[in-house]
């Protein structure tokens, strides 16, 4: 997040400072480790997926994550390990997910994870807001349940068979009698120091009037821009590729809503797409959204109340609906670029509608990234752009530190060679070009803005076996 980008927390033996782009290379050194990947459930990036990782990382306001550097390590580089806090339940925004991690063999059995955790649990419940902590722990982890068990007086929340976790859990009270409160703890610290860290490497320099992603699609969704059918992304009635090319997706419809296969609409917005798959296809539809009102206007939309049982197709989804009782349409509401898979597994097909085009260059590979680790071999893309000639200043594009022209958008224009050469390096196969129309007419504001080419292409897509 882009509250600690710039500032470090400096305590008796750690100091953690925010995930740069100079550690990327050293914690992707890191999670080549089958023993760290395992005990963090995390799957191996390349280095290329990292450093996209690391960007969206740092404009995700529900992620906050420190490095923690050891001062006694000597050279240049002091890198430990790290300590993050996850924001990931929007409707108790109280509620932080801590993990740590120390990474570096020679600085384990030194209190570094006792202090780093301590010193974000303070700053979490000072700067943050943060009234409960909740570690989830891997049940083969037994350092790590004695860490937050033993040292900072963590409950058992709950066990979890299915992931093989142990949920543990920590409350920020005030209670003076108690001699194991965390609160206690945390005010008994004995160096705790906030202080300003301004990044120096270009990757690293934020333009402070430059909004994060979520909070430029917010501002579109909040002027009512996006609302009105025909303006923006948004539809009235199911997209015509969609409905033309639905076979080649290859899902089967299922009368037995608790077997369906499941497709992924990434920045789904309200699109009635997801009605179509579950109300007529039978195939049980997720989708990611990270703006509260595309949500709250969906549900006006699909026209039934909402299911009490939030985890029926992940179990991070936080809204559920079965319209007609054909199918289920569960929406996570968040960043979809952190989206990850549960024990239900990756999902069968991926509908691309106006997703890819809505992010800034700087997003692309983290975005097809997580549609690589989402989807399952085999699974089919099917995908929609547009190609357009409009180039802008980047005094224009709130998100760009570049200095040369760019392309204009969203909608950014992807070619031919774009979208094969993104796919394919993330280990897609590209199958075809299913459709190419001139809009241009039906566009006149890019029109009045200048542009002479405006073309919607849909694309097919496959991930390797």
């Not at 240049?76 to 993990?99: C, Q, R, W």
């Amino acid at each position: 997040m882009r509250k600690n980008w710039k500032i470090k927390i400096i305590g008796e033996k750690v100091i953690l400072v925010p995930y740069r782009h100079a550690h990327v290379k050293k914690y992707h050194e890191w999670m080549q480790d089958a023993t760290l990947l395992e005990m963090t459930a995390s799957e191996p990036l390349t280095l290329e997926e990292e450093y996209a990782m690391q960007t969206s990382w740092r404009d995700d306001e529900t992620k906050c994550t420190f490095i923690i550097l050891d001062p006694s390590i000597e050279g240049e580089n002091k890198m430990a390990g790290d300590v993050n806090l996850y924001f990931n339940d929007s409707d108790e925004p109280t509620h932080g997910e801590i993990e740590i991690m120390i990474a570096e063999k020679n600085c384990l059995r030194k209190g570094l994870a006792t202090e780093a955790l301590l010193l974000m649990m303070k700053y979490a419940s000072t700067e943050l807001n943060t009234k409960r902590f909740i570690a989830k722990i891997s049940n083969k982890n037994d350092k790590s349940l004695n860490l937050f068990q033993e040292k900072l007086f963590y409950n058992v929340h709950k066990k979890v068979d299915v992931f093989e976790e142990t949920h543990l859990e920590c409350f920020i009270t005030c209670k003076e009698d108690d001699d194991n409160n965390i609160s206690n703890m945390l005010q008994s610290i004995k160096k705790y120091e906030i202080v300003e860290d301004m990044p120096k490497d270009k990757p690293d320099i934020i333009d402070e009037a430059t909004p994060s992603r979520l909070q430029r699609w917010a501002k579109g969704w909040n002027s009512g821009r996006y609302s009105v059918p025909g303006q923006g992304f948004h539809q009235a009635d199911v997209h015509p590729y969609l409905a033309k090319h639905f076979s080649l997706l290859q899902l089967n419809p299922n009368d037995d809503i608790f077997q369906q296969q499941r497709v992924l609409i990434p920045l789904c917005g309200k699109t009635v797409d997801m009605i179509y798959f579950a109300r007529d296809k039978k195939i049980s539809a997720i989708g990611l959204e990270g703006i509260p009102r595309a949500i709250n206007e969906f549900d006006e939309i699909v026209n039934c109340s909402k299911e009490k049982d939030k985890a029926i197709l992940h179990k991070d989804a936080q809204h559920h609906w079965k319209p007609s009782g054909n199918g289920f349409i569960g929406i996570i509401e968040g960043d979809a670029l952190n989206f990850k898979v549960d024990d239900k597994g990756p999902v069968d097909a991926i509908w691309d509608r106006a997703a890819l085009i809505a992010l800034s260059p700087e997003d692309r590979a983290a975005y097809v990234s997580m549609l690589n680790q989402s989807l399952k071999a085999g699974g089919r893309v099917l995908l929609t752009v547009v190609e357009h000639d409009m180039m802008m200043s980047p005094k224009e594009d709130e998100s760009s530190n570049n200095n040369n022209l760019i392309p204009y958008g969203p909608p950014y224009s992807f070619t031919s060679e774009d979208v094969r050469s993104l796919y394919i390096q993330f280990d897609f196969t590209f199958l075809e070009e299913l459709e190419r129309e001139d809009k241009l007419e039906n566009e006149t504001r890019w029109k009045e803005k200048g542009a002479t080419i405006f073309q919607e292409v849909c694309y097919l897509f496959e991930k390797k076996k």
